[in-house]
């Protein structure tokens, strides 16, 4: 697991890494994402690529769960690309938040902060060049695809409201066979390939490296402030 990361400091300007997560559904993203989410607190905030499916508000029910979820084209990306470069500018966005049970956005916002730390997972987030290209470290998590499927149902069923077997045709109809067209290509294009959400090991050697980014910020911080110090000192000087 090789990868170097240049973090350059702007003056008065927040400097955030931003970590994408990719891998197909029930591959262990959210696992994985979510320890490094515990493991670094608050200097860590999370951003899902599925808040932004895009609105359905005209499209009834029956259709709506018909809709092919796993095409690059049932997502706002555009949107994200933006919300991304305004964290990386150290702005706030308000991230869109989508329900699963209703099959569409809902009409509630959640404002983000930026942090050192951007995590963004989705299953489809490599597949976009405007993604990748603002993406500091790009992660591919993978898992077999009868683990993949297993996993699936039982989130779909404890946590989203589905019932199974609208879960096996959508898995059959879309989610199988979008995997291979658009998903399982950009492993390729990752800049690490890690065995499931708990592999211990790529977990504590990524929060290596994920600490040792962090000081390189804090120590890049120090050196803007002490910077700003010394001028602030000589303009007194002049003006005195």
Same mark, same amino acid.
């Given at each position: ?125 490599? @597949? *976009?060049?405007?993604? /990748?290209? &603002?993406?500091? !470290?790009?992660?591919? +998590? $993978? @898992? *077999?695809?009868?683990? /993949?499927? &297993?996993?699936? !149902?039982?989130?779909? +069923? $404890? ?82």
């Amino acid at each position: 697991m090789k990868f170097t990361v240049e973090i350059r400091k702007e003056a008065g300007k927040m400097e955030s890494i931003i970590i994408g997560i990719a891998g197909g559904s029930g591959s262990g993203k959210s696992t994985f994402t979510n320890r490094i989410k515990k493991h670094f607190g608050d200097d860590v905030v999370v951003i899902y690529h599925d808040n932004y499916y895009r609105r359905q508000d005209g499209i009834p029910f029956e259709k709506r769960v018909k809709v092919n979820y796993d095409h690059p084209d049932s997502l706002e990306t555009d949107l994200l690309v933006e919300h991304l470069k305004q964290l990386k500018a150290g702005k706030s966005i308000e991230c869109p938040v989508y329900d699963y049970s209703q099959h569409n956005r809902s009409d509630k916002v959640i404002k983000i902060e930026p942090r050192p730390v951007i995590l963004v997972e989705g299953i489809l987030l490599l @597949a *976009d060049e405007r993604i /990748r290209d &603002l993406l500091d !470290i790009k992660v591919y +998590v $993978e @898992a *077999d695809a009868d683990e /993949r499927i &297993l996993r699936r !149902i039982s989130r779909d +069923v $404890e946590e989203r409201g589905r019932d199974l077997n609208g879960i096996i045709e959508q898995y059959l109809t879309t989610v199988k066979p979008m995997h291979y067209l658009y998903v399982e290509p950009t492993r390729a294009k990752a800049d690490i390939v890690i065995n499931s959400g708990k592999n211990n090991v790529a977990f504590d050697l990524f929060v290596s490296k994920i600490r040792q980014l962090l000081e390189q910020l804090s120590d890049q911080d120090k050196k803007v402030q002490l910077e700003k110090d010394e001028d602030n000192f000589y303009n007194d000087c002049d003006n005195n």
